[in-house]
């Protein structure tokens, strides 16, 4: 198979830092592949990679701590081009005999960057520069062979090069509060590393067809959909590598939104001809959770019940089903062999991360290679309508988490009718795409009030809106007082058994973005 997508790569050696994924979007936006390896990775998995050039990240380590990462061996004398970010900044200055600071002052936040040489790195950059910093140590001897390129107030040398294609930064490029910070990546991975921009949505399309085929056969496939964003553009890759040698089965487990399953089978038909398998198996969900409160035994009796189905679904559908695809992306793969380790689970998030095992079914990953934007975008690229590619996230366990305590039909019909209202109206407000997630939770918490002339006695809903860049953390938004007025009157008055709405203002952390 013909793999321009591949053909040049960089490489990210991870450090620990909490933008690191940031870099390799930003590598991916201006076409270039990139992966992010451990900092510990062993030199002959660099070597067998093959990149045009190597960025190292930053760290919450400081180079002066005793268990402070290396650099792998061979990294620095390999010949290719390197940028160190940062941390990799300072502990290139360590190793190659420069002298490294112990600031007591940590600068954080904007300076301006005074640009000293254009001539590469800074090429089509102004002379001052905004920039972001975030560093506790600073350079204060550079290294023999280097020259410093930049300089701020705080930082005598913000950026250094040693004429051999080894560049360094001490701040961001990353982020967004370095607004310039694209063209000097960009700089980098093309000019100075000599990447062609081979790495497209629609190349990868081109490619990751072949690769199914190739690997697929004449076997089947099997994928559950779930009508989001990642199941949906896995359906429609798989099917256009496939077609019907692909079986979409849709469990609905009673859990999901109003007429959710209607409208997900209802695309899958009209909008992208797929056939789908669909079993309505909500009370086998439903009877198990009927009495439980306790939000973990809850995703564990919806996983175990998934799975069950699952099965029994697969089974008939045949025997000659040897691969069972998943919309795994690059995060969940990267997360599994970070330099610090998964991150502490805080809920348990897997409710079908035992199916792969149960199943005992070769593993077909269309999107392990790929963030979550790069999938929104190829799903564009395959014509999937606006309105499903920006969708927002859906728990796995439905609105099982979002009504407080025992689950059963009648606060589901409840919690149903509320949280339409609140997506309609935020809809119609025209801040759904900004907003993260979205939507109701049903207090059971009987409050009173009055209806015309009497009184009531009912339950609460809290609405809940937070934005997020990846949900590790979450600010809750500022929605106008207009729209939270239109979205609690409706509420009240539309919704039986709802007396009273509440909005909730708490971030994560210390909240959740969910309530259970
Ligand atoms: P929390 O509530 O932990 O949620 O701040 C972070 C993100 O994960 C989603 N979420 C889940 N997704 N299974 C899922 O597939 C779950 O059990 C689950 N719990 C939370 C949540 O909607 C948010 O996007």
Not at 156 to 185: D, S
Not at 341 to 363: D, E, F, T, W
Not at 378 to 406: D, N
Not at 474 to 486: F, I, Q
Request: charged residues 25%; glycine residues 8%.
């Amino acid at each position: 198979m013909d793999d321009v997508v591949h053909q040049e790569k960089i490489l990210i050696l991870d450090f620990g830092s909490q933008y690191t994924q940031l870099i390799a979007r930003r590598v991916r936006e201006i076409g270039v592949y990139c992966e992010i390896f451990p900092c510990n990775a062993p030199t002959s998995k660099i070597r067998e990679f093959n990149p045009k050039g190597i960025i190292l990240s930053g760290s919450p380590f400081s180079v002066h701590q005793r268990t402070a990462p290396k650099i792998p061996k061979g990294v620095l004398d390999a010949g290719l081009p390197i940028l160190g970010i940062c941390y990799g900044m300072q502990i290139i200055t360590k190793t190659l005999g420069g002298t490294v600071e112990l600031s007591k002052t940590r600068e954080y936040g904007h300076a301006m960057l005074k640009i000293d040489d254009k001539s590469d790195l800074f090429r089509g950059l102004a002379d001052s520069e905004q920039v972001w910093m975030s560093h506790g140590d600073r350079i204060v001897k550079i290294p023999n062979g280097f020259t410093s390129i930049a300089h701020t107030d705080n930082s005598p040398v913000a950026a250094m090069k040693n004429g051999k294609g080894v560049f360094t930064l001490q701040f961001h490029p990353e982020v967004v509060h370095t607004p310039n910070g694209k063209t000097i990546l960009q700089n980098f991975v093309k000019d100075i590393c000599g990447c062609a921009c081979n790495w497209s949505m629609r190349s990868f399309l081109v490619y990751e067809v072949e690769r199914i085929k190739e690997i697929v056969g004449k076997d089947k496939v099997l994928l559950g959909i779930s009508g989001g964003v990642d199941s949906t553009v896995a359906a429609a890759i798989i099917h256009k590598a496939i077609g019907d040698q692909l079986t979409c089965l849709f469990i609905d487990n009673g859990l999901l939104r109003k007429d959710e399953a209607k409208k997900v089978l209802k695309t899958f038909k009209e909008e992208l001809h797929i056939k789908v398998k669909f079993k309505d198996a909500s009370d086998v969900f439903l009877k198990p959770l009927s009495k439980v409160t306790d939000p973990e035994k809850k995703r564990k009796i919806i996983g175990r019940q998934f799975i069950n189905v699952f099965r029994e679904e697969a089974k008939k559908i045949g025997k000659n089903v040897n691969f069972l695809a998943q919309g795994t992306l690059y995060p969940d793969v990267i997360e599994s062999v970070s330099f610090r380790g998964p991150s502490a689970v805080i809920k348990s998030h897997h409710n079908v991360g035992g199916l792969p095992k149960v199943m005992r079914m070769k593993l077909l990953e269309p999107f392990r290679e790929l963030f979550k934007d790069e999938v929104r975008t190829l799903g564009l690229e395959m014509k999937i309508s606006e309105t499903l590619i920006h969708r927002q996230p859906f728990p796995g366990p439905g609105l099982a988490i979002r009504i407080i305590g025992a689950v059963t039909k009648e606060r589901l019909e409840i919690l149903r009718n509320a949280d339409e209202i609140v997506v309609d109206e935020i809809k119609k407000a025209g801040l759904y795409r900004e907003i993260w997630q979205s939507f109701a939770v049903l207090l059971p918490v009987k409050s009173v009030g009055v209806m015309g002339d009497e009184r009531t006695y009912d339950n609460a809903i809290a609405v809940r809106a937070v934005n997020s860049k990846d949900a590790m953390t979450a600010d809750w938004v500022r929605l106008p007082g207009d729209l939270l007025a239109k979205i609690s009157n409706r509420i009240i008055n539309e919704v039986n058994g709802v007396n009273r709405v509440v909005y909730d203002i708490s971030s994560k952390p210390p909240g959740t973005i969910e309530w259970e």
